[in-house]
């Protein structure tokens, strides 16, 4: 006879339930559609007050729309010149016009040119100089540039922004590889997991851009990928969702973050593919289309792009979605057109 | 890859508007503005600031979207944008990024701005830290006043009340990345590990599930003590009796492998086996228990010690788990039974 665990002395276990009636296809088309009404909103708060991430914004919107092979409803002389006007004299881009330069845009602004194949409007050398200068002596990243003392922050998705962008620019040679890599294993801790810093801890986000950082820079054997690969298919609750450490709640974005960091280190049917696939179409919208964190919430272009690109990933509606990289987030055939290879396990 | 952890933290919470009631009322009604006590003039029709030449939003040479703003997002933004670009370095620009932080706290050009003005001022750093405490405690998911908070600590050079504060975060949501990781430079920066273990314990006697807490307590233990013999011992200790009480937690199990992983292999570190077996006996079938007892026979194969009974339980245990116990992930339990098996069987 098998007993299972009650639940003694501690907050219940954290999952959500799935409805009979949620969506259980996939609504392509209203997401097309939302994605490519979503910079016409007028007087929308949500837009307004995310301004200070457009640059990633118009990202997530763009591969949403390219993975669902919809591209050419984005405007791309309209985006490049955007992108454009958002360079700064040192190089780095900011998430919008008059926004200082940061890491974090910069990568999205040199992916949205990759997509569109259009790099060549952004001043490369400058941008490469800006993340050259953003390297500290232990090898992190910081993700904006020191003014007189005040230093930035440093954190282990500023490793993963560096590399990536500079990767997609093919001058990863301009950084200490050996040292990028150095400070993001001492973020490794002892449930094989990777945090913000050294100490902190796992994280399914920062374990994406470790491992992603990892595989660009063809250092995966610091990774113990069966030990990481259990820790992260344990994000698995029994809705299908993934978490983003032990005992949090199911969100999409987890879908892409543990997802792709499982497929970089060949475990991704370590995953129970057909229940995933079923919690991601659960959080569709039918009525706005897009796709929201979890079953029932509010929509943005952020989940609707994970998952998307988590359904792509578990090889779902193959005629429907472009094969995604697993490590760049973005078409794999960008990345093949770009001459760009990463590790894969 | 950005938002949800990355600035504004959504994660773990139900999607919402963000509740900052009195900005909703703002962009959807323009009566409760002029209504509202707390508002002051515009910038616009303020004496003190006629010198000034608002910047209105400019989305670039194509406007990819036109935007009606509420009036007064757009009178604080056009004068912020004013002084970010004549670079305005004065109480009143200083004034103008509290207002323009109220608005979008998430607005890093803010934050960025408002350190340089302080510097430049050289305004009361502690009065700033009181501020910004107010702001986390209204935001406490955003990286970017966490960031201004661990400047002011580095300017001031002093650990001032910041177990204090990052404890008070921490009583509303326990698992707060942002205040954890606040904490941990904190208590690494200035020494401060003393009564750390304590507080942990308070937080896992809340919690026993607190995967925070766990990792605290590893951040604690590996970081101040060496991880000597009597350490490792207290926290076996203390873990399994935690263990006991809810044997079903991740995170318990996970601290009881890294622990005495410092020093051994869980198979050879006393009485853990017994431990497991007496668990499995009385037939308490937690997916961790299991999970432990494989790695264990893991270790015991590795020694070559029992070998065929070993692997026999093992490949057990890994057909329960992906039968039974945790089918969900069943493709890594056959996984791993297979790996045992090629391993270390005789054929």
Same mark, same amino acid.
């Given at each position: ?13 954290? @999952? ?5 009636? +949620?969506?259980?296809? =996939?609504? %392509?088309? &209203?997401?097309? !559609?939302? $994605? ?118 440093? @954190? ?5 922004? +560096?590399?990536?962008? =500079?990767? %997609?620019? &093919?001058?990863? !040679?301009? $950084? ?170 | ?347």
């Amino acid at each position: 006879m098998i007993m299972m665990c009650p639940s003694v002395a501690g907050t219940p276990l954290k @999952d959500v339930t799935i409805k009979a009636d +949620a969506p259980s296809e =996939l609504l %392509l088309q &209203k997401h097309v !559609d939302y $994605i490519a009404a979503y910079s016409d909103k007028v007087n929308d708060y949500e837009y307004v007050m995310t301004e200070y991430l457009r640059m990633s914004g118009i990202y997530w919107g763009i591969t949403a729309l390219d993975l669902m092979k919809q591209l050419p409803k984005m405007n791309k002389e309209e985006v490049v010149s955007f992108v454009k006007s958002c360079q700064h004299d040192c190089g780095g881009i900011g998430a919008s016009v008059s926004h200082d330069p940061h890491l974090l845009y910069t990568l999205s602004a040199v992916q949205i040119l990759s997509i569109f194949d259009a790099i060549d409007a952004i001043d490369v050398d400058k941008v490469v100089e800006f993340i050259r200068g953003l390297q500290q002596e232990d090898g992190s990243f910081m993700g904006d540039q020191w003014v007189s003392d005040i230093c930035g922050e440093i @954190d282990t998705r500023f490793s993963f922004c +560096a590399v990536a962008c =500079l990767a %997609l620019l &093919k001058r990863l !040679d301009v $950084i200490n590889v050996d040292k990028a890599v150095e400070y993001v294993v001492s973020c490794k801790n002892f449930d094989g997991g990777f945090g913000v810093r050294p100490g902190s801890e796992s994280h399914s986000g920062q374990i994406y851009c470790c491992v992603g950082m990892l595989a660009i820079t063809n250092s995966l054997h610091h990774v113990d990928p069966d030990l990481l690969g259990w820790w992260l298919c344990e994000r698995q609750l029994p809705s299908g969702g993934l978490n983003g450490r032990p005992e949090k709640l199911p969100d999409v974005c987890y879908s892409w973050w543990v997802l792709a960091s499982l497929k970089v280190m060949g475990r991704i049917h370590w995953i129970d593919k057909s229940k995933l696939e079923r919690f991601i179409l659960a959080c569709q919208d039918e009525e706005t289309g897009g796709i929201a964190d979890r079953p029932g919430d509010i929509v943005d272009p952020f989940h609707t792009l994970f998952g998307v690109a988590g359904l792509s990933l578990l090889g779902s509606y193959k005629n429907q979605l472009k094969a995604v990289n697993p490590v760049f987030c973005m078409p794999e055939e960008t990345l093949t057109r770009l001459g760009v290879r990463t590790q894969l396990l | 890859m950005k938002q949800c952890y990355v600035n504004e933290q959504l994660q773990g919470q139900p999607r919402k508007p963000p509740n900052i009631s009195f900005i909703n009322k703002m962009a959807a009604d323009d009566d409760v503005e002029s209504s509202s006590e707390e508002l002051c003039l515009f910038y616009k029709d303020r004496e003190e600031w006629k010198d000034v030449a608002p910047v209105p939003q400019d989305d670039g040479p194509h406007a990819v979207v036109r935007i009606a703003y509420s009036e007064r997002f757009q009178d604080v933004y056009n004068y912020f944008r004013a002084v970010l670009k004549s670079n305005e370095m004065s109480e009143r620009a200083f004034e103008l990024t509290t207002e323009a932080a109220e608005l979008n706290p998430a607005n890093y050009t803010v934050w960025h701005y408002r350190r340089e003005i302080l510097k430049a001022l050289n305004k009361d750093l502690k009065q700033e830290l009181e501020y910004i405490s107010e702001v986390i405690q209204d935001h406490p998911k955003n990286y970017q006043v966490w960031h201004h908070r661990r400047v002011l600590v580095e300017w001031l050079n002093t650990e001032s009340n910041e177990l204090e504060f990052t404890a008070l975060i921490l009583k509303i949501d326990a698992k707060n990345y942002h205040a954890w990781s606040h904490r941990q430079w904190v208590i690494q920066t200035f020494n401060l590990w003393e009564n750390e273990l304590a507080y942990v314990d308070t937080l896992l006697q809340d919690d026993l599930r607190n995967n925070s807490a766990w990792n605290q307590r590893f951040f604690v233990v590996s970081n101040n003590t060496d991880c000597d013999d009597a350490t490792v011992e207290r926290e076996v200790t203390y873990t399994k009796e935690i263990i006991l009480k809810a044997p079903n937690n991740e995170s318990s199990w996970n601290y009881l492998k890294g622990i005495v992983s410092t020093k051994e292999t869980i198979f050879n570190y006393p009485g853990l086996d017994e431990f497991c077996q007496s668990m499995y006996d009385k037939q308490l079938k937690s997916p961790y228990l299991l999970a432990f007892m494989v790695d264990m026979c893991e270790d015991k194969l590795e020694a070559g010690v029992d070998k065929e009974t070993t692997l026999s339980k093992a490949t057990e245990l890994c057909t329960l788990l992906a039968d039974t116990i945790d089918t969900i992930r069943k493709k890594y339990w056959d996984y791993i039974k297979k790996r045992l098996v090629s391993r270390f069987s005789e054929n």
